[in-house]
């Protein structure tokens, strides 16, 4: 099997989500000027990009480079010895920009891609929310952790390490932030809905405010 097809969806898939993550921070500078917080104003916020954002060109850049190079970088599992896992992998990651789309809808125009200590961003707990508080990173974590494995070479474990350990630093940031802002609210709809996965036992989702 050549593994250079499924390389190319997976690599069209990734600049899909991001380019559509640049339109939407472009779209959100127009309105308001703050482009989403996309360069976020917090010091840490801005040092964090600088680590983030060669992870995330990476994870964009490896299917690419393995599907139009002569000598695709190497990997170390040659997983076009194992098609099924292949097009599993590439199926996942496809899925992946469709459910972090549905978020991307319901957020609207409060979504935000970093932390502005002065915005008062609203509570959103309904719709995927209303199962994990965190629902784009956890789908981020699920297609980053594909892409490691479809096409596992040392540049894309680097960048899944540092995607992923990232994203629960800004998750835990971000809960901070929104419990500062909404206090028992948002500490009862912690209670109530856990960070990346669902809970066993979920009560009614707290009504946005």
């Excluded at 170390?76 to 194992?82: A, D, N």
Aim: aromatic residues 12%.
């Amino acid at each position: 099997m050549n593994l250079r097809l499924p390389a190319l969806l997976i690599g069209i898939t990734l600049t899909m989500y991001w380019g559509r993550v640049l339109r939407m921070s472009y779209k959100a500078r127009q309105r308001s000027g703050h482009g989403a917080n996309l360069v976020p104003p917090e010091p840490l916020g801005r040092a964090l990009r600088l680590i983030w954002a060669p992870a995330i060109l990476t994870w964009i850049a490896q299917p690419w480079i393995i599907a139009l190079s002569h000598r695709p970088p190497w990997i170390f599992v040659p997983l076009y010895s194992f098609p099924f896992l292949l097009w599993c992998s590439t199926i996942i990651v496809a899925a992946g920009l469709a459910l972090t789309w549905i978020c991307w809808k319901k957020m609207g125009r409060t979504w935000r891609m970093g932390i502005d200590p002065s915005e008062m961003t609203p509570l959103i707990s309904t719709g995927p929310f209303a199962y994990v508080r965190h629902p784009i990173y956890s789908i981020s974590q699920t297609m980053m952790l594909v892409t490691v494995a479809a096409l596992p070479s040392p540049g894309m474990l680097a960048a899944g390490v540092v995607h992923i350990v990232l994203l629960h630093w800004e998750s835990r940031r971000e809960e901070m932030h929104l419990f500062r802002i909404h206090g028992q609210d948002y500490q009862r709809y912690c209670q109530r809905v856990g960070r990346f996965f669902p809970l066993r036992s979920r009560r009614q989702p707290l009504s946005v405010r």
